[in-house]
C-alpha cells in the first residue's frame, strides 16, 4: 500500500502553534489519507479536534455528525455520538512527557460539490496521567459542497507543541 500513497501536505510542529490546516485535496485522488504522528499539547486536557476546510478556510459551522466507541485500557468502553456539533472530537491529551495523540482518517467524498464530506477515524493517546485510549469513529459534515482539506487544532484553544501531520492520496 505504501507505494500507492501520494503525499500531498506535511507538517511537523516543534514549537506552539494554534491550529495546522493540510489543504490540497481535489479530485485527483478519490480517497485521501491523513496521519497524525505524536501531536503534544500545550494545554493540560486538551482535545483534539478536526473539522474540515472549504478554499482552505476551515468551517465553523454547526454541521458535523460522528458516531464511535472509545476503548479505554483502564475502564469500561463507551458510545460517543455527536450531531450538529461544530468540529469532529478526539480525546483529551495531557502536557506531560509521553502524552501524544495519534490518528490515522480515511477521507471520502471530499472534492465532490454535490456530496457529503466524510471520514473514518482510528485514533489513539497516550496520557501518562490516565492511561491508553483508542477511538473509532465515523464522521460526516453535513454540507454538500467541496471541501480541500482538515483543520486540526485543540479544544481548550491552546497551542500544539508537537507532532507531525501528513495528508496522502489513495493512488487509483
Known amino acids: 500500500m505504501a507505494a500507492s500513497l501520494i503525499r500531498i501536505a506535511q507538517t511537523t510542529v516543534s514549537s506552539g502553534v494554534s ?25 493540560d486536557s486538551s482535545t483534539v479536534q478536526i473539522r474540515v476546510t472549504k478554499s482552505g478556510t476551515a468551517q465553523t459551522d454547526s454541521e458535523y455528525d460522528e458516531a464511535g466507541k472509545q476503548l479505554k485500557a483502564y475502564n469500561a468502553f463507551a458510545n460517543n455520538a455527536d450531531t450538529n456539533d461544530t468540529e ?13 495523540f495519534n490518528l490515522t482518517a480515511y477521507l471520502f467524498n471530499f472534492a465532490d460539490a454535490s456530496e457529503y464530506s466524510f471520514a473514518t477515524f482510528e485514533a ?3 496520557d501518562t496521567t490516565v ?7 465515523g464522521g460526516v459534515h453535513t454540507v454538500a459542497s467541496a471541501s480541500d482539506g482538515i483543520n486540526v487544532f485543540l479544544s481548550t484553544g491552546g497551542n500544539i507543541d508537537g507532532g507531525t501531520l501528513t495528508l496522502y492520496g489513495l493512488k487509483k
Open 88 to 100: 469532529w472530537g478526539f480525546n483529551a491529551i495531557g502536557t506531560t512527557t509521553g502524552s501524544v
Open 131 to 137: 492511561d491508553f485510549r483508542g477511538n473509532q469513529n
Open 19 to 43: 491550529s495546522v490546516s493540510l489543504v490540497g485535496i481535489d479530485s485527483t485522488y478519490d480517497v485521501y489519507k491523513l496521519i497524525i504522528s505524536g501531536l503534544e499539547a500545550a494545554t
Open 124 to 126: 489513539t493517546t497516550s
